[in-house]
């Protein structure tokens, strides 16, 4: 059995800040884990680093869930993203260590493909309504059949979303939090003009996508979801902050627009009752910050019970260990619902060269044995970690808002 010998937390900033767990085993054989938590960083560095490694070495690294329990139940504090996201790490790492040892990619020891490829979404987004389809439209002849639309807000000076480039977006983005200020009213006033623009030029052979951002109350998600039903959206997400699950019964109760929630959820006890009691429609949690493929895996076990499908996380500031597991596990589950494909910059990729590949709409994760991905230290090495934040969201008040 391979025996872990060490571990170490390599951070490295190729254009934004990636933290990388990376597991050796006696006999050679390496595993990578992704252990990044935007604009804290260096809290999971340190929990890895100062509390975890130390419990790891000497470990049978084939023991993936007796490790799991061990750091999950050892910890005492548990849950919580900073927890997670370290225990996904080392779950990361050690699946990629097991799919290596037996020669076979992750997805076969997760029980096989259950389709072609896992389909995902583009992120067109727009100052103005005209650039936002226009992007849209570029994203549908690259063969996306899934795209999300975030534009400009006019009067305000900036939004989630929305980025000077169109192609990248990194919302962590000083070495203070940005304060961006918001109106809800300017804001569900635009959405429909957006969807009715795109629809008309993109027609309706394309699933189309938005991202609310925590930012609406449940009645105001409601009016927003009612307001685009005429244009099917895929999913409105984060319709009202997450952690409110019993809010999301209201907006059930006035609208048939499905609801995707969970980026920030951090294990199963977080969206329990939103599964279980069907308010939402996907669940968007993911290995990096809900514990890694292990209780990925439970999630969508348990979302699968209910008629819920995955639509997991997949922002840049998620790093190409976390999508190279996302894809394996996406792969191989019953009730995949589509992956978030926020791509990352050529930067980031010569950092953590990659299986996985993007085809008619979908990605596949390769056939490489284990996760088929890797970290390159001598290029992560170039790029010392710099703080950034992710920016803070007041109303035209001063009110302190979700962002
Ligand atoms: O759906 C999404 O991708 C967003 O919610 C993310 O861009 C999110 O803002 C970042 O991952 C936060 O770090
Ligand atoms: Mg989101």
Same mark, same amino acid.
């Given at each position: 059995?391979?025996?872990?010998?060490?571990?170490? +937390?390599?951070?490295?900033?190729?254009?934004? #800040?990636? +933290?990388?767990?990376?597991?050796?085993?006696?006999?050679?054989?390496?595993?990578?884990?992704?252990?990044?938590? #935007?604009?804290? /960083?260096?809290?999971?560095?340190?929990?890895?680093?100062?509390?975890?490694?130390?419990?790891?070495?000497?470990?049978?690294?084939?023991?993936?869930?007796?490790?799991?329990?061990?750091?999950?139940?050892?910890?005492?504090?548990?849950?919580?993203?900073?927890?997670?996201?370290?225990?996904?790490?080392?779950?990361?790492?050690?699946?990629?260590?097991? &799919?290596?040892?037996?020669?076979? @990619?992750?997805?076969? =020891?997760?029980?096989?493909?259950?389709? /072609?490829?896992?389909?995902?979404?583009? %992120?067109?987004? &727009?100052?103005?309504?005209?650039?936002?389809?226009?992007?849209?439209?570029?994203?549908?002849?690259?063969?996306?059949?899934?795209?999300?639309?975030? *534009?400009?807000? @006019?009067?305000?000076?900036? $939004?989630?979303?929305?980025?000077?480039?169109?192609?990248?977006?990194?919302?962590?983005?000083?070495?203070?939090?940005?304060?961006?200020?918001?109106? $809800?009213?300017?804001?569900?006033?635009?959405?429909?003009?957006?969807?009715?623009?795109?629809?008309?030029?993109? &027609?309706?052979?394309? %699933?189309?996508?938005?991202?609310? !951002?925590?930012?609406?109350?449940?009645?105001?998600?409601?009016?927003?979801?009612?307001? =685009?039903?005429?244009?099917?959206?895929?999913?409105?997400?984060?319709?009202? @902050?997450?952690?409110?699950?019993?809010?999301?019964?209201?907006?059930?109760? !006035?609208?048939? $627009? @499905? =609801?995707? +929630?969970?980026?920030?959820?951090?294990?199963?006890?977080? *969206?329990?009752?939103?599964?279980? #009691?069907?308010?939402?429609?996907?669940?968007?949690?993911?290995?990096?910050?809900?514990?890694?493929?292990?209780?990925?895996?439970?999630?969508?076990?348990?979302?699968?019970?209910?008629?819920?499908?995955?639509? *997991? %996380?997949?922002?840049t500031d998620l790093s190409p260990v976390t999508m190279a597991a996302a894809l394996h596990l996406g792969l191989a589950?019953?009730?995949?619902?589509?992956q978030e494909y926020m791509r990352h910059t050529p930067e980031t990729d010569a950092v953590f060269p990659h299986a996985y590949r993007f085809a008619d709409g979908m990605l596949?994760?390769?056939?490489?044995? &284990?996760?088929?991905?890797?970290?390159?230290?001598?290029?992560?090495?170039? !790029?010392?970690?710099?703080?950034?934040?992710?920016?803070?969201?007041?109303?035209?008040?001063?009110?302190?808002?979700?962002?």
């Amino acid at each position: 059995m391979p025996k872990i010998v060490s571990a170490r +937390v390599i951070v490295t900033s190729p254009g934004r #800040n990636f +933290v990388t767990l990376k597991i050796e085993c006696d006999d050679g054989t390496t595993g990578v884990g992704d252990a990044t938590l #935007n604009g804290r /960083e260096l809290a999971v560095a340190s929990y890895l680093a100062d509390h975890v490694v130390p419990c790891l070495i000497g470990r049978d690294a084939h023991r993936i869930e007796d490790i799991w329990q061990y750091l999950y139940k050892g910890a005492y504090w548990r849950r919580g993203p900073v927890t997670m996201t370290s225990i996904a790490a080392v779950d990361m790492a050690l699946w990629d260590i097991k &799919g290596k040892v037996a020669g076979l @990619p992750v997805y076969q =020891l997760l029980g096989g493909a259950s389709r /072609e490829g896992c389909m995902v979404y583009g %992120h067109a987004n &727009g100052t103005t309504i005209g650039d936002t389809v226009a992007a849209a439209l570029d994203y549908q002849r690259q063969g996306y059949r899934a795209i999300r639309l975030q *534009c400009g807000v @006019p009067g305000m000076a900036s $939004t989630y979303g929305v980025s000077g480039d169109k192609y990248f977006y990194e919302p962590a983005d000083a070495d203070l939090p940005t304060e961006n200020i918001w109106s $809800t009213a300017r804001y569900l006033r635009v959405v429909p003009e957006l969807f009715a623009a795109a629809r008309e030029a993109l &027609g309706w052979d394309v %699933h189309l996508l938005h991202d609310v !951002h925590h930012r609406l109350t449940p009645i105001e998600a409601a009016r927003l979801g009612k307001d =685009l039903e005429p244009y099917r959206p895929f999913w409105i997400e984060d319709a009202t @902050p997450a952690e409110d699950q019993e809010a999301f019964r209201l907006i059930r109760q !006035h609208t048939t $627009t @499905p =609801l995707a +929630v969970g980026e920030i959820f951090s294990s199963v006890w977080d *969206c329990k009752a939103l599964i279980e #009691n069907r308010l939402i429609d996907y669940i968007r949690a993911t290995v990096l910050h809900a514990g890694g493929i292990t209780h990925m895996r439970q999630i969508a076990s348990l979302a699968d019970l209910h008629q819920v499908r995955t639509g *997991c %996380h997949g922002a840049t500031d998620l790093s190409p260990v976390t999508m190279a597991a996302a894809l394996h596990l996406g792969l191989a589950i019953p009730n995949f619902g589509i992956q978030e494909y926020m791509r990352h910059t050529p930067e980031t990729d010569a950092v953590f060269p990659h299986a996985y590949r993007f085809a008619d709409g979908m990605l596949h994760p390769g056939e490489a044995p &284990g996760l088929g991905v890797d970290i390159d230290e001598a290029l992560a090495a170039n !790029h010392p970690y710099a703080r950034a934040y992710l920016p803070v969201n007041r109303l035209e008040d001063g009110t302190m808002w979700s962002w």
